[in-house]
């Protein structure tokens, strides 16, 4: 929430140079209050477990949120029952003459696939046109991430040589209202074979936030701050990576041990070293977004 102060208050104009918002007693006075709109577009295999990870991490602020989840309505999902998604989840064409003051698009397991090919493609690109009317400000995750820079901005992906896995720290390149409270570094848990083409993102209008050394750029926004990329799973529990060794295991694909996870050889006892910054991130977003969207909109 925003600080209220007297409006000649000397403080006031350090706060606003700093980027912390702080209200006049004025508008104090005449401001209108409504819960925010959240929409979250959940292209993750299992729902719920999504679910519960964004919605924990919305929670626990002073502002009500009013959340929406979205499907693809072109895609048929193996591990959730249709009548779930019936029930709880709405498509774009419910959708599509509404307002939001946030959309969320999480990430998505089809990274290995040329964006064309991803079966909902063409479904998705219409949601990523209307979120630059229809919301005040959008988070992407790791391929919804690289899904809308392609989209937007025409940077492609580039597969890597392996699967990057684990925990990879952030270096803060730019200070930006989402790292406010954050360390001077800060980890993030990783999980995918795909990185960006750096040649294209060199020429788009995007402001690099932060960067891994061995990774590259890891969170980014819009130069209008808009849309937000973050290339990675702040949203992950404690134990999502273990599950997901185990899981790719089983399956036989191999993968490596997570990077600087585990705690021992054994593969049993894992630590969260970026639970308070992926608290911080989202509610430093919400924050942004009251301050900066309309009270009633068009």
């Known amino acids: ?7 000649d208050l000397p403080a006031k104009a350090l706060l606003e140079e700093e980027g912390i918002f702080s209200l006049t007693t004025e508008r104090a006075l ?6 925010l709109k959240i929409a979250i577009l959940n292209l993750m295999p299992n729902k719920i477990e999504t679910e519960l990870q964004f919605l924990r991490l919305l ?23 249709k009548t779930y998604l019936d029930d709880f989840y709405l498509t774009y ?16 397991p089809v990274e290995t696939l040329p964006f064309e090919q991803v079966d909902y493609w063409q479904e998705l690109k219409k949601v990523l046109a209307w979120s630059q009317t229809n919301v005040t400000s959008n988070l992407h995750i790791c391929w919804g991430a690289q899904a809308s820079l392609y989209y937007h ?10 699967k990057i896995f684990g925990l990879y720290e952030n270096e803060i390149k730019e200070e930006t209202y989402l790292f406010r409270g954050f360390s001077d570094t800060f ?15 060199s020429k788009a209008p995007i402001k690099v936030l932060s960067t891994n050394s061995e990774l590259g750029p890891l969170i980014l926004s819009s130069q209008d701050d808009k849309n937000i ?15 997901e060794y185990v899981r790719d295991n089983q399956a036989g694909i191999g993968t490596a041990k997570p990077h600087n996870y585990y705690l021992s ?31 009633r909109f068009k």
Request: charged share 25%; with cysteine; proline share 4%.
């Open 93 to 108: 064409e419910d959708i599509k003459d509404s307002f939001y003051d946030a959309l969320i698009i999480t990430g998505a």
């Open 187 to 201: 980890d993030s848990p990783q999980s995918r074979y795909t990185g960006l083409d750096l040649e294209q993102l």
């Open 153 to 162: 901005y025409g940077v492609d992906k580039v597969q890597f040589d392996k």
């Open 30 to 35: 005449s401001q209108d209050i409504r819960p």
């Open 229 to 243: 990329f973050v290339l990675g799973h702040m949203e992950y529990e404690t134990d999502s990576l273990h599950k």
């Open 1 to 7: 929430m925003p600080i209220k102060v007297a409006t």
């Open 59 to 81: 929670s626990q602020t002073p502002l009500q949120l009013e959340v929406d989840f979205l499907q693809m309505e072109s895609h048929t999902c193996k591990n959730t029952e």
């Open 265 to 295: 050889d054994t593969a049993d006892t894992m630590k969260n070293t970026w639970r308070s910054e992926a608290y911080l991130l989202y509610h430093n977003w919400i924050n942004y977004i009251y301050q900066k969207t309309p009270y």
